[in-house]
């Protein structure tokens, strides 16, 4: 069984900064692209930012400059430094990504069970 398991969210101060952490575990061949979502109360979850296996990445705008994502395929890890906190990046941020599994199984896209960010003084 594989699975994305995140760390990091919590209680910051508008201004402040946090580091969301995603680790794959299981039976996985690769890792394709890795990216982090979130969803705010009452509206669709939307891309906040997504990471090639080659380093490419691509943030969603409101978040551009501000985010910062990365990985560590040796360590089967994503993670998103988030800086210049806003209350409206407040929202449950959830991992995702699209494993290679060893054998017949091929691709199947994983979700993490989601890390709640709070921004508020």
């Known amino acids: 069984q594989v699975q994305l398991v995140e760390s990091g969210g919590g209680l910051v101060q508008p201004g402040g900064s946090l580091r969301l952490s995603c680790a794959a575990s299981?039976?996985?061949?690769?890792?394709?692209?890795m990216g982090w979502y979130r969803q705010a109360p009452g509206k669709e979850r939307e891309l906040v930012a997504a990471?090639?296996?080659?380093?490419?990445?691509h943030y969603g705008d409101s978040v551009k400059g501000r985010f910062t994502i990365s990985r560590d395929n040796a360590k089967n890890t994503v993670y998103l430094q988030m800086n210049s906190l806003k209350p409206e990046d407040t929202a449950v941020y959830y991992c995702?990504?699209?494993?290679?599994?060893?054998?017949?199984?091929?691709?199947?896209?994983?979700w993490g069970q989601g890390t709640l960010v709070t921004v508020s003084s």
């Open positions: 995702n990504a699209d494993l290679v599994l060893p054998g017949p199984r091929g691709n199947v896209e994983v």
């Open positions: 299981g039976s996985i061949f690769s890792i394709n692209a």
């Open positions: 990471i090639t296996s080659d380093g490419s990445t």
